[in-house]
């Protein structure tokens, strides 16, 4: 069963079907230096290159260039994650299942540990659920009201409910507030809950670009959510749109 946030307005509900819950080129100075470097190699005298190749043989080495060692894969902690809209990566341990629901939502569930229900995790596990979905048109509608405004996009967490149907005491403990996600204003919030007698922290990062919206939910125990923190930082550091 999929996790849909209530979308609310102040006209009354909204049909949140498609919806769902939810941180190197070389310089020109360089390319400089590498440039005056090969001019520098290239006249030098022939001479020079046969008695450095004499002095190797004189000391027991091989003429022959010595073979560099294969190169090491920089990132091969890291997974790809390829949606329609963006582009991720993700620590290579975690597990992911993908869930395609209606008018052409996709929920993309991350866990450090077994699958996730409701978005929360196994005790001592960390969750991370990626919910992308077409823009509606009243959701769009809202957002052309804050056009004009600061922060619009974090004027639209106010009409999401994120949190599992069955957290008790929810405490939201950080105000949604503007960030970026890849480039894209995108808004964070934070709660703290109690779910299955478990106390649960959650954060939600909220994208809205082009037709797209998506919906960016960490949950975990406080215990570990530092250790999980560091996945959610892989997530959103190496996002970027298509």
């Known amino acids: 069963e999929l996790l849909r946030p209530r979308l609310k307005a102040s006209g009354g509900p909204v049909d949140t079907r498609a919806m769902t819950r939810q941180h190197m080129a070389l310089g020109s100075l360089a390319a400089v230096i590498a440039l005056v470097a090969a001019v520098v190699v290239l006249t030098m005298p022939a001479t020079r290159d046969r008695t450095s190749a004499q002095n190797r043989v004189a000391a027991g080495q091989s003429a022959a260039p010595?073979?560099?060692?294969?190169?090491?894969?920089?990132?091969?902690?890291e997974q790809i994650l390829r949606a329609r809209s963006f582009t991720t990566s993700h620590p290579a341990s975690w597990r992911l299942s993908t869930v395609h629901?209606?008018?052409g939502f996709v929920e993309y569930r991350l866990s450090s540990s077994a699958p996730v229900s409701l978005g929360?995790?196994?005790a001592g596990?960390?969750?991370?659920?990626i919910g992308e979905s077409p823009t509606s048109a009243k959701l769009a509608a809202l957002f052309a009201r804050f056009h004009v405004a600061r922060d619009r996009v974090a004027h639209l967490f106010r009409y999401f409910h994120t949190t599992p149907p069955l957290a008790r005491g929810v405490t939201q403990t950080l105000q949604p507030r503007t960030v970026s996600l890849g480039g894209v204003e995108a808004?964070?919030?934070s709660y703290t809950y109690t779910y299955h007698r478990r106390t649960i922290?959650?954060?939600d990062v909220l994208a809205l670009r082009g037709d797209r919206i998506v919906l960016v939910t960490f949950v975990a125990e406080?215990?570990?959510a530092r250790a999980g923190e560091a996945g959610l930082a892989m997530?959103?550091?190496h996002w970027r749109w298509l």
Do not use: D, M, N, Y
Request: proline residues 11%.
């Open 222 to 224: 406080p215990a570990v």
């Open 187 to 189: 808004a964070e919030t």
């Open 235 to 237: 997530l959103t550091s």
């Open 66 to 77: 010595k073979r560099s060692a294969a190169p090491v894969l920089a990132h091969s902690s």
């Open 120 to 122: 929360v995790p196994p």
């Open 101 to 103: 629901g209606e008018l």
């Open 201 to 203: 922290v959650q954060s």
């Open 125 to 129: 596990g960390t969750a991370i659920t």
